[in-house]
Structure formats: C-alpha cells, structure tokens
C-alpha cells in the first residue's frame, strides 16, 4: 500500500532521536476523547426523568455551531489553563480530584508551553472552553447491557446491568485546529513539501526547535481538551443534582484520548527505544504493567472506550499486553463512518430518526435536526465489529456494553 | 453555479467557481458557510476586513479561508457576502484583501456541522482566465 496520508484510525510510533513528528499524524482536534462516569442508580430510577435530564444538559452545556461558553476567559487565565489543564478546572471548583487521579496523564500535561501557541489559537479557544461543539460530539446517558469481564468491571466501577453510566465525547474546539493549522504552515515554510505526496504530511524533526515548540503547543491543546471535559463533566453533575437530586456515586472511570502525540517506550526488534507515537483516531490500550497507567488501574489495565454512533451501543474495553506488542498498545477510537454527512442528511430525516429513536426508548436532544440526520446509525460502521476485532486480535479486550437511554449531541 | 458539493465520507467536499480568483475564493468562503448554514439567509449587518498571504495560491486559499473560521469562533461571525475582495503579489507572495459582510451566528438555525479547519487535502486552484475554481476538502 502506498503511503500517501494518516487514516483516521492510524499509529505512527517514530523514533523521537532521529525521527518526526507530523500535525497531520495527530489529527485537527487534538485530544478529542471520551470521558465516562459511572453512577448508583439503575435505568428504572432515572427513565422517568430522562427528558428533564436532558433538557438540563442541553441547557447547562452548551452544543452547536456558533455558541459560546458560560464564561469567557481573560487571557492570562487562558494561558494558566492552557499550562494546567484539569488542575486549572480544578481549582477553580470544577469537580473532584479523584476525576484527575482517573484520567490520562491526570489530565495535565506539564511539557505544555502556552507561550508557543498563536494569537489566533488563543482568540478561537477563548470563548469556547466548557462547550460540546457539533459533529460527533455528544454527551449520552447509557446503562449496561452486558458484562462479559466481571472482575474487570467491578475494578472499573461497574457493577451490573442496568447500571447507569453517564459519558462525554469532545475534544479542543476551535483552538486544537487552529494549533494544528498553525504548525503545518509553519513547518511547511521550514521544511518544504513538495517532497511530499499529501502536504498533509508535513512534518519536522522531533528534536528540532520547531518540532519541539509544536510539541509542546500540542500539549497545550491537550490540556484545552481535558479542562473542557472536566468543566462539563461538573455541568453534567450539576444537571443530575438539580434534577434528581443528588451527584452521589457519579465516579470517574475514565478520561481517554484518541488524537494524540505521546513519548512511550516500546520495544521494537527486541530492543527498548523511546517512540513519538502519534494516535489519530485510535486509542491508547496499555496492559496492567505499563508505569503510565493511573495508580487505580495498576494491576488492572487501563479502561479503553469505544463510543457506539447515535443510538448504537458503546463499549467499555480493558487495555492489554498484546496490544503493546502489536500495535504500539493501540486499539480502535469508533465506529468510523460510512456515508458522507451530506449523503447522511439528503438519506434521513432528522424528525423520523428521532422518532425512531424514541421508539426503541432512547430520546436525543440536538441544536438541529440536521445534525442528527447527519449522524444517523446507518451512515456509521457496525459498532460490534469493530469492538469484536479488537477484542479478538487481543488490541483490547471487550469489558461491558453499554446502551444509550438518552443522547444530547452537539 | 457559485459552487458544488462534492461526495466525502467524513468530511465536506467543495468546487467554487467564477470568471476570476477573486470570484471562485469569494464563492469559496460562502461555500464554507453554506455547510453551516444557509448564507441567504444571513443579513449583512456588520462589516469585516480580512487580511491574508500565501507563498503560492493554495495556501493564499487556505489562509484565506482560515480567517472566516477564526472570526466565526472567536466573534460568532456568519458570512452573508463578499463586498470587495483583491488579490495581488506573484508566485512566492500573494497578498488578498477582502471587506465582507455578516451576522451574529447564535441568530441563526444551523443546518449542519460546524466546519473546524480548512484543509490541503485534494486542494485545487485552477487559476483559468475567465474560467477558474478551486477545490476545497474542509474538515468537520
């Protein structure tokens, strides 16, 4: 096969002494991920007030195209986010220090340097922190379907089906593109692409300057992402207060990243040597002895999800050793879609999908019908295949299905 | 035709077309918005300026595309219309200036993604005399 781009859904681990790292290997949405929640309640206790539920997420968090967060930051509290990531959220009352303990790289990532990062960047991330987005962001509150690993579950936090989980997908907004662009154009004049069948390619030494101030920029962009998540992850324990009334038992499972560049140790021909490993579309699956997973998980592995499409089930997944032989510990990030979203939205209606939806008892809220037409089961892959390759290849094995109760997207 | 939507699987794919540049970049940045929303609809209420460069016409068409994306998320700004738009420099270093016309988004229904980046993916500018287009894929 010829190499003429990153797929969405790739690994490039890179040698970080003589190698690359590239934008493009990364993905525009840096750090787009998925956070789950696990909950006490059981889907009897909360279907009755699901509607409400959603209404409350739909107006405490906000989703859509051009619509701004609760709060715009002032740029020097920016670039302390920028530099802090879910610390900074936390410090300033958004959630519980436990969600950090249970999140990648306990959602701060200290190589971030705000100050490698553009004007532009700064002015799109600005009023956009502790917003959804549109696409395929979405929150989703879920129940478990079945279990196939109990006692990896119960170290997870799940306990049985019926359970209530609550999970957010969303990444950096408008200012991990905006780094992305930046770099590309800056590593673009540096280095040339003519060399290159796809610019996006484009690429810089990892231990240049250039590669290293857009690692570190990318870092920053990391901790954009993980501040947003913790600040709607506290809206999402608001909504549930306000509405039922009480957060209690809403625990972290997880906080996972699928657009990344990390520096990892991995062995290759036998020999131990420090990577850059660029996942887009993919998620880190790492097994029970990696030093990096979380203390709680040690032992254990670390939780892998893998959200469904709207109306699909999403899967709980447990990383593995194999996975760190065979693929970088990697594993799949989605469904991956099919269909094209305007082949999406002149395929279904918006109305009628909903109402479908609501006929298999699962209510979705969104800024626009469009917007779920365009994100329409059918215009996704089945979401058991994939799980069912990775479970089966070993890249991360199958822990629990989750089904949607209920689906605010952006 | 102003311009064409192109099959894609992920992303949104686009021609634009007109007699000069400046005409398919101008139907381009509509373009960009209509995946959005529906342009004519969008009154012109405020005016903005934009400023870009490029070392050749592609990236003169990325940036320039750039700009719409910066101030729709960091001003809520949707296009309704390009009212002046000139292109000048040679081959090494292009310069566009553009005066367009628009509104405060959170005004309008949106009809689809929010389109997050422009990208150099299958990106084409035919610069024909009295026949020119260029093609865009824009992440969303």
């Not at chain 1, 917003?131 to 196939?148: P, R, S």
């Not at chain 1, 290159?196 to 990391?222: H, I, K, T, W």
């Not at chain 2, 102003?2 to 398919?24: I, V, W």
């Not at chain 2, 918005?33 to 969008?42: A, E, L, W």
Request: some cysteine.
């Amino acid at each position: 096969m010829a190499f003429d781009g990153f797929p969405i859904g790739g690994v490039a681990a890179i040698d970080t002494e003589d190698g690359i790292i590239s934008p493009g290997g990364i993905g525009y949405d840096i750090n787009c991920g998925v956070r789950l929640l696990r909950t006490d309640w059981t889907a009897d206790e909360i279907v009755p007030k699901l509607k409400e539920l959603l209404n409350e997420l739909f107006n405490q968090i906000p989703s859509g195209v051009g619509r701004g967060g609760q709060t715009k930051l002032s740029k020097d509290e920016m670039l302390e986010m920028l530099a802090k990531g879910s610390k900074w959220a936390l410090e300033r009352g958004y959630g519980a220090k436990a969600d950090l303990d249970a999140t990648e790289e306990c959602g701060w990532l200290k190589q971030a340097e705000p100050n490698f990062v553009s004007d532009s960047a700064i002015a799109r991330g600005r009023p956009q922190l502790g917003t959804l987005g549109a696409g395929n962001h979405f929150l989703e509150i879920q129940k478990v379907e079945e279990i196939y690993d109990e006692k990896t579950a119960a170290a997870f936090g799940i306990e049985k089906p019926g359970q209530v989980t609550v999970m957010v997908h969303c990444g950096s907004r408008g200012f991990g593109h905006q780094v992305a662009s930046d770099y590309i154009k800056q590593m673009e004049n540096k280095y040339g692409f003519s060399h290159l069948p796809d610019r996006e390619l484009v690429n810089a030494p990892f231990n240049s300057e250039l590669g290293q101030r857009y690692f570190r920029a990318m870092c920053a962009g990391m901790n954009y992402a993980f501040a947003n998540r913790q600040m709607i992850v506290h809206w999402m324990r608001a909504s549930f207060k306000k509405v039922i009334g009480t957060d209690y038992g809403m625990r972290q499972v997880y906080d996972v990243c699928h657009n990344i560049a990390k520096v990892e140790k991995h062995k290759v021909g036998g020999e131990t040597k420090e990577l850059c490993v660029h996942r887009k579309g993919a998620t880190r699956s790492f097994g029970m002895e990696r030093e990096e997973v979380n203390d709680m998980y040690k032992g254990v592995g670390q939780p892998v999800f893998i959200p469904g499409s709207m109306s699909t089930a999403s899967y709980i997944l447990v990383g593995t050793k194999e996975a760190e032989e065979k693929s970088f510990g990697s594993t799949a990030h989605g469904a991956g879609r099919e269909m094209s979203r305007k082949e999406a939205i002149m395929s279904f209606r918006g109305e009628k999908v909903a109402a479908e939806m609501e006929k298999r008892n699962i209510l979705v809220k969104a800024a626009s019908w469009k917007g779920i037409a365009e994100e329409a089961a059918p215009a996704y892959k089945d979401i058991n295949e994939v799980v069912k390759v990775s479970n089966d290849v070993g890249l991360g094995k199958a822990v629990a299905r989750l089904a949607p109760l209920g689906v605010v997207k952006g | 035709m102003k311009y064409k939507y192109l099959p894609h699987t992920a992303d949104a794919k686009f021609r634009a077309f007109g007699e000069s540049l400046e005409e398919a970049f101008s139907n381009a940045a509509l373009a960009v918005f209509n995946v959005m929303v529906d342009t004519n609809n969008v009154k012109g209420q405020v005016t903005k300026k934009i400023d870009a460069e490029g070392t050749d016409l592609q990236s003169l068409l990325y940036n320039f595309l750039e700009k719409f994306l910066i101030l729709l998320d960091a001003e809520n700004f949707f296009l309704a219309e390009v009212k002046k738009i000139k292109i000048s420099g040679k081959e090494g270093s292009y310069k566009i200036a553009a005066e367009v016309l628009g509104d405060d988004a959170a005004k309008y229904e949106t009809i689809g993604p929010q389109v997050k980046a422009i990208t150099y993916n299958d990106m084409v500018v035919d610069n024909e005399k009295g026949n020119c287009f260029v093609q865009v894929v824009v992440d969303i």
